[in-house]
Nanobody, 126 residues
Framework: QVQLVESGGGLVQAGGSLRLSCAASGRTFSNYIVGWFLQVPGKELEFVAAIRWSGGTTFYADSVKGRVTISRDNAKNTVYLQMNSLKPEDTAVYYC???????????????????WGQGTQVTVSS
């Protein structure tokens, strides 16, 4: 079972950038798709981006295309979410999770993912 730890959140002004990290322990990401989701209080988890570890295929929510880049570092067994041009509406807790790498990457359902991390808070001030 893979365990995930998110980090990199914080307080940033609108227009700024943050890089979130999702580090794996217990197992490597090699057989997985790693996804990032955000959650605003009182709302369901919302898909942001995903990357297939083997091959590096990526998939983004339409709402973040052009502002967000998901990437991986094989040596560090870590997935990154680079977020630029941040807006106050990006304020949320961001989580990473995994699903089997043999499945399609092009889905946004949080129920397809498992092994959720504890989340990292991103706050964007106006």
């Amino acid at each position: 079972q893979v365990q995930l730890v998110e980090s990199g959140g914080g307080l940033v002004q609108a227009g700024g950038s943050l890089r979130l990290s999702c580090a794996a322990s217990g197992r490597t990401f090699s057989n997985y798709i790693v996804g990032w989701f955000l959650q605003v209080p009182g709302k369901e988890l919302e898909f942001v981006a995903a990357i297939r570890w083997s091959g590096g295929t990526t998939f983004y929510a339409d709402s973040v295309k052009g502002r967000v880049t998901i990437s991986r570092d094989n040596a560090k067994n870590t997935v990154y979410l680079q977020m630029n041009s941040l807006k106050p509406e990006d304020t949320a807790v961001y989580y990473c999770a995994v699903k089997l790498g043999t499945t399609t990457i092009a889905t946004t359902r949080y129920a397809d993912y498992r092994s959720w991390g504890q989340g990292t808070q991103v706050t964007v001030s106006s």
